[in-house]
């Protein structure tokens, strides 16, 4: 009776180790075809702080789109978020688009207001409702900055934290 009992425990063993790593490598390779196809910017939207659908192709096309994913109560996207405000004028040739999976609108809106970024004229805030990011850029490190030049190719993908030079060199070699 106890060489069955410990034959079943192993083959349960066995079948969770297997279930574990196919999913692991399932996710993996999921995530390196969404990082592939993220070498062109990628026809996704996400929802504006009025609710409204915002598809990241309609914005102008002559300038970099530089896309940060965040969340307010990250210590590291509040101080990229700082930096951005203070240097907004540095940021003046390209279109910022910060991304939040945050589902409280008044977390993000005061995130907004505590590091002005209300008076960046060139910054969109918008809200991945439907946790799309992670499926469409291959990862959803917080926080992450995606660097497209105006053809929508990715030129720099930087993950975690940020110096705003590195985004502002990026931005002006287009």
């Given at each position: 009776?106890?060489?069955?009992?410990?034959?079943?425990?192993?083959?349960?063993?066995?079948?969770?180790?297997?279930?574990?790593?196919?999913?692991?490598?399932?996710?993996?390779?999921?995530s390196?075809?969404?990082?592939?196809?993220?070498?062109?910017?990628?026809?996704?939207?996400?929802?504006?702080?009025?609710?409204?659908?915002?598809?990241?192709?309609?914005?102008?096309?002559?300038?970099?789109?530089?896309?940060?994913?965040?969340?307010?109560?990250?210590?590291?996207c509040?101080?990229?978020?700082?930096?951005?405000?203070?240097?907004?004028?540095?940021?003046?040739?390209?279109?910022?688009?910060?991304?939040?999976?945050?589902?409280?609108?008044?977390?993000i809106?005061?995130?907004?207001?505590?590091?002005?970024?209300?008076?960046?004229?060139?910054?969109?805030?918008?809200?991945?409702?439907?946790?799309?990011f992670?499926?469409?850029?291959?990862?959803?490190?917080?926080?992450?900055?995606?660097?497209?030049?105006?053809?929508?190719?990715?030129?720099?993908?930087?993950?975690?934290?940020?110096?705003?030079?590195?985004?502002?060199?990026e931005?002006?070699?287009?």
């Open positions: 009776m106890s060489k069955v009992f410990k034959f079943v425990i192993i083959g349960l063993l066995l079948l969770v180790v297997g279930y574990l790593i196919y999913n692991v490598t399932t996710g993996y390779k999921k390196k075809i969404a990082e592939q196809k993220a070498q062109t910017l990628p026809n996704v939207q996400f929802t504006s702080l009025e609710g409204v659908l915002v598809n990241l192709q309609n914005y102008d096309k002559t300038i970099p789109l530089v896309i940060i994913y965040f969340h307010p109560e990250c210590e590291h509040q101080y990229e978020a700082g930096e951005i405000g203070q240097n907004a004028a540095a940021f003046k040739n390209c279109q910022l688009v910060m991304v939040t999976a945050d589902d409280s609108l008044k977390r809106k005061q995130f907004c207001k505590n590091y002005h970024l209300w008076e960046v004229d060139n910054l969109e805030v918008l809200q991945d409702k439907k946790y799309l992670k499926k469409t850029f291959g990862k959803a490190v917080v926080p992450s900055v995606y660097i497209y030049n105006s053809e929508r190719k990715l030129k720099k993908r930087f993950l975690g934290e940020t110096k705003p030079e590195a985004i502002i060199n931005i002006r070699v287009n």
